[in-house]
C-alpha cells in the first residue's frame, strides 16, 4: 500500500443549524463525505481513514466499510484531527492524502495530479493552493524566492503584507508519511485560536530543511467549503449541473438543466430524454431511448430501454422494456413490471410483480399481487390486500380480463383467460376460462321521481 487519506470530518458546523454533523448533509443525493472518500478513491487511494467528532455513530453509520472512523473526542485544531489517525496508520511509509470532508467537490483527477506531482518534486510535503481574487478568510501561502513554501499563515494571525498575498491554502495536503506524525506532536498551540494547526508543520518542515512544494488548484471551486445552507445551495448547483453535462456528452438529451435534478450516482443511457421538472435520486438507472417526464420523480428505480414515464412517481420498483407510465402514476418499492407493461393514469402499484404485456390504464390500486402476462386491469379496480392484520397476496392468470371495477379481495386467484364481471366483488378463486361475476339483481323503481316530490 503507498498510498492512504486522512479524511477530516469531526466538526459540528454550527452554522449550518442542524442536528446532523455538516458532513452528511448531502450534495446531489450523497453525503458530503461520501463525495470526498469516493473523490480519494478514484484517486488510487487504499486505505481511508475518517476522523469524526461530533455525531461519530452517525458518520460511522454513513462511511460502513468504505473507511476506518477514528474518534476525536475533542476538537482542539486540523492538527489534533490528524493526530488521532497516527495509531492506525503508525506503520505507513507511502504518501498520505489530507482532505477536508466538508468540500464535496473536489475531484479524483485533481487528487490523483497533486500526488503525481508531489512524488515527481520528490518533496516531503505538498500543498494544493488556489489563487483567490479575495483571499479573505484563507490562511496564506508564502513562499521564498525559488517558489518553496516557508509557511501557511491564518488570517486571523497574518500581518499587513501576509494578507495581501493572494495564494491561499485550500486544506488538502500530499504528505510522505514516513515521520509526519512525529512531526505533528511538535505543533503547539501557539496561535490566536489557541488551536494545533495543521498548517504550522509546514514551517517545522521548512525550518528542519525539508522542502515542501504545492500544487495550484486549477478550479478554485472544487475546493469550495460548505459552512451553511447557502453554500450547501450553492455546491449542490454547481455538482448537479457538472453530472448533467457528463450526461449530455454521454448522449442523454437534458431539455431543461436547470429544472432537472440527478443524483451524481444515476445512470442514464444514450439517447434518453429527460424534461423539465423531473427528479432522478439514488442509485437509479435508466436505459436508452426513455423519455422521462415532465414532472416524474425516480428514486433507486431500474428502468429498461424505450421507456416512457410521464409525470409519475417511482420508487425502488424495476420497470422492463418499452413499458408506458403515467400520467399520474405511483409506483411503490418492490413492484417489478415486466416487458411492455402499461400503468396509466391515477394508477398506484405497490409491491406487486405485473407480467409482460399487461395493462393497468387508469384509477386502480393494485397491491401485494402476481398478475400474469397480457392480462388487462379494468379502471377502478382494487386489490383489497389488506384486512385490517395481514397483508395478503392476490394472484391473476394470464390473459385473464379484470372488468371495470372490481374487487379483489384477497387472498384471491384469478385464473388464466378467466373475466370478472364490471362492478363485482370477488371472495372466491376464479377457475381458468370462467367468469365470476357478484352483482344484486338491478330494480327500477317506477314513478320515484314523483314520489320523492323531485322538482326540476
Known amino acids: 500500500m503507498n498510498l492512504a487519506a486522512v479524511i477530516l470530518a469531526a466538526g459540528k458546523g454550527t452554522r449550518m443549524n442542524s442536528k446532523l454533523p455538516k458532513v452528511l448533509h448531502t450534495v446531489c443525493g450523497s453525503a458530503m463525505l461520501s463525495c470526498v472518500i469516493d473523490a480519494a478513491t478514484g484517486a488510487g487511494v487504499q486505505k481511508t481513514v475518517v476522523v469524526a467528532g461530533f455525531g461519530a455513530d452517525l458518520v460511522a453509520r454513513e462511511v460502513?466499510?468504505?473507511?476506518?472512523?477514528?474518534?476525536?473526542?475533542?476538537?482542539?485544531?486540523?492538527?489534533?484531527?490528524?493526530?488521532?489517525?497516527?495509531?492506525?496508520?503508525?506503520?505507513?511509509?507511502?504518501?498520505?492524502?489530507?482532505?477536508?470532508?466538508?468540500?464535496?467537490?473536489?475531484?479524483?483527477?485533481?487528487?490523483?495530479e497533486l500526488v503525481e506531482k508531489h512524488r515527481s518534486m520528490g518533496v516531503a510535503a505538498t500543498v494544493l493552493t488556489a489563487e483567490?481574487?479575495?483571499?479573505?478568510?484563507?490562511?496564506?501561502?508564502?513562499?521564498?524566492?525559488?517558489?518553496?513554501?516557508?509557511k501557511i499563515v491564518e488570517q486571523k494571525d497574518a500581518s499587513g503584507d501576509e494578507k495581501l498575498v493572494r495564494?491561499?491554502?485550500?486544506?488538502?495536503?500530499?504528505?510522505?508519511?514516513?515521520?509526519?506524525?512525529?512531526?505533528?506532536?511538535?505543533?503547539?498551540?501557539?496561535?490566536?485560536?489557541?488551536?494545533?494547526?495543521?498548517?504550522?508543520?509546514?514551517?517545522?518542515?521548512?525550518?528542519?530543511?525539508?522542502?515542501?512544494?504545492?500544487?495550484?488548484?486549477?478550479?478554485?471551486?472544487?475546493?469550495?467549503?460548505?459552512?451553511?445552507?447557502?453554500?450547501?445551495?450553492?455546491a449542490e448547483q454547481y455538482m448537479r449541473r457538472r453530472v448533467l453535462d457528463e450526461m449530455m456528452r454521454a448522449g442523454v438529451t437534458v431539455i431543461d438543466p436547470l429544472s432537472t435534478f440527478v443524483s451524481r450516482k444515476a445512470r442514464v443511457g444514450r439517447d434518453t430524454v429527460i424534461h423539465p421538472f423531473t427528479i432522478i435520486e439514488g442509485d437509479t438507472v435508466i436505459g436508452e431511448d426513455c423519455v422521462i417526464g415532465p414532472g416524474s420523480r425516480l428514486v433507486n428505480a431500474t428502468v429498461g430501454n424505450q421507456v416512457t414515464i410521464q409525470n409519475s412517481i417511482v420508487l425502488d420498483s424495476s420497470i422492463g422494456d418499452n413499458c408506458n407510465i403515467g400520467p399520474f402514476a405511483y409506483l411503490r418499492p418492490d413492484t417489478t413490471l415486466g416487458r411492455s407493461v402499461k400503468v396509466g393514469d391515477f394508477v398506484e402499484i405497490k409491491k406487486s410483480n405485473i407480467?409482460?404485456?399487461?395493462?393497468?390504464?387508469?384509477?386502480?390500486?393494485?397491491?401485494?399481487?402476481?398478475?400474469?402476462?397480457?392480462?388487462?386491469?379494468?379502471?377502478?379496480?382494487?386489490?383489497?390486500?389488506?384486512?385490517?392484520?395481514?397483508?395478503?397476496?392476490?394472484?391473476?392468470?394470464?390473459?385473464?380480463?379484470?372488468?371495470?371495477?372490481?374487487?379483489?379481495?384477497?387472498?384471491?386467484?384469478?385464473?388464466?383467460?378467466?373475466?370478472?364481471?364490471?362492478?363485482?366483488?370477488?371472495?372466491?378463486?376464479?377457475?381458468?376460462?370462467?367468469?365470476?361475476?357478484?352483482?344484486?339483481?338491478?330494480?327500477?323503481?317506477?314513478?320515484?321521481?314523483?314520489?320523492?316530490?323531485?322538482?326540476?
Open 64 to 112: 460502513g466499510n468504505k473507511a476506518e472512523v477514528v474518534l476525536q473526542a475533542e476538537q482542539l485544531g486540523t492538527a489534533h484531527a490528524l493526530a488521532q489517525a497516527g495509531p492506525v496508520l503508525k506503520d505507513f511509509s507511502g504518501c498520505l492524502l489530507v482532505l477536508c470532508g466538508d468540500t464535496p467537490l473536489i475531484e479524483a483527477g485533481t487528487l490523483a
Open 132 to 150: 483567490m481574487e479575495d483571499p479573505a478568510g484563507y490562511g496564506r501561502v508564502i513562499r521564498d524566492e525559488q517558489g518553496r513554501v516557508l
Open 355 to 456: 407480467g409482460d404485456g399487461s395493462k393497468v390504464p387508469h384509477l386502480s390500486y393494485v397491491g401485494d399481487a402476481v398478475i400474469g402476462k397480457k392480462v388487462n386491469v379494468g379502471a377502478g379496480t382494487i386489490t383489497c390486500n389488506y384486512d385490517g392484520r395481514n397483508k395478503w397476496t392476490t394472484r391473476i392468470g394470464d390473459g385473464a380480463f379484470i372488468g371495470s371495477n372490481t374487487n379483489l379481495v384477497a387472498p384471491v386467484e384469478v385464473g388464466d383467460k378467466a373475466i370478472t364481471g364490471a362492478g363485482s366483488t370477488i371472495t372466491k378463486d376464479i377457475p381458468a376460462g370462467a367468469l365470476g361475476i357478484e352483482r344484486a339483481k338491478q330494480t327500477a323503481i317506477k314513478n320515484w321521481a314523483d314520489r320523492k316530490k323531485i322538482k326540476d
Open 167 to 234: 495564494e491561499i491554502n485550500t486544506g488538502v495536503y500530499c504528505f510522505e508519511g514516513a515521520g509526519l506524525f512525529d512531526a505533528l506532536a511538535r505543533i503547539t498551540p501557539a496561535n490566536a485560536q489557541g488551536e494545533y494547526y495543521l498548517t504550522d508543520i509546514i514551517d517545522i518542515y521548512a525550518k528542519s530543511g525539508l522542502t515542501v512544494g504545492a500544487v495550484v488548484l486549477k478550479n478554485p471551486m472544487e475546493l469550495a467549503g460548505i459552512n451553511d445552507r447557502v453554500q450547501l445551495a450553492e
